[in-house]
């Protein structure tokens, strides 16, 4: 049986992931003080705590509008979970 573990800390790829948003989007976000700041993990290193994460999504509001109709599309026009026949 093996057991999995909640990571504690993301690193930016993997916040950008996580998110849905561009790495230069939460780099953004962050100078406006819209997202959650980095915690030092070593000399080098920072990571986001994913409880904080969590807790901004949560944060995030209704949104009342859709998403752009080629959002979920892939090449040719064709729907990137659909395929065709």
């Known amino acids: 049986m093996s057991a999995s573990i909640k990571p504690l800390f993301l690193d930016?790829?993997?916040?950008?992931?996580?998110?849905?948003?561009?790495e230069s989007s939460i780099q953004k976000l962050i100078a406006k003080e819209g997202f959650?700041?980095?915690?030092?993990?070593?000399?080098?290193?920072?990571?986001w705590l994913v409880s904080e994460l969590e807790a901004?999504?949560?944060?995030?509001?209704?949104?009342?509008?859709l998403p752009p109709v080629n959002s979920?599309?892939?090449?040719?026009g064709n729907p990137a979970n659909v395929s065709s026949n």
């Open 12 to 22: 930016l790829p993997a916040v950008s992931d996580f998110v849905a948003l561009s």
């Open 72 to 76: 979920a599309y892939g090449r040719a």
């Open 36 to 47: 959650p700041r980095p915690r030092q993990l070593s000399g080098r290193r920072v990571g």
């Open 56 to 65: 901004w999504a949560d944060e995030r509001p209704i949104a009342d509008n």
